[in-house]
Nanobody, 124 residues
Framework: QVQLVESGGGSVQSGGSLRLSCVTS????????VGWFRQAPGQAREWVAF???????GYADSGKGRFAISRDNAKNTMYLQMNSLKPEDTAMYYC??????????????????WGQGTQVTVSS
């Protein structure tokens, strides 16, 4: 059974930083993509960053230049370093595995795995 467990969320002031972690179990990194999504109250879920099977990273415009995604296979852990945080970054952040991410487009698969989420709140 695949499990994704996020941690590292919290409350910070605008301009601050957070590093989110996602520990995976029962999952083998493959040619599919892994990454982070977020959802703010009343808004649609959106992808934030991903790593594809070749270890190339992609970022939504909202996080380019501020966010960095990385993966440590030995620790079965994925990270999202978030710097220069803004109030509009406030959302529940989800670790997600097994989706397509070609050409910057992100497409969920029927068996895409999700974590429970970790809340990020940025105050002005």
């Amino acid at each position: 059974q695949v499990q994704l467990v996020e941690s590292g969320g919290g409350s910070v002031q605008s301009g601050g930083s957070l590093r989110l972690s996602c520990v995976t179990s029962g999952y083998t990194y493959s040619s599919y993509c892994v990454g982070w999504f977020r959802q703010a109250p009343g808004q649609a879920r959106e992808w934030v960053a991903f790593i594809d099977g070749g270890r190339s990273a992609g970022y939504a415009d909202s996080g380019k230049g501020r966010f960095a995604i990385s993966r440590d296979n030995a620790k079965n852990t994925m990270y999202l370093q978030m710097n220069s945080l803004k109030p509009e970054d406030t959302a529940m952040y989800y670790c997600v595995a097994d989706f397509w991410c070609e050409g910057g487009a992100v497409v969920l698969r029927p068996n895409t795995h999700w974590g429970q989420g970790t809340q990020v709140t940025v105050s002005s």
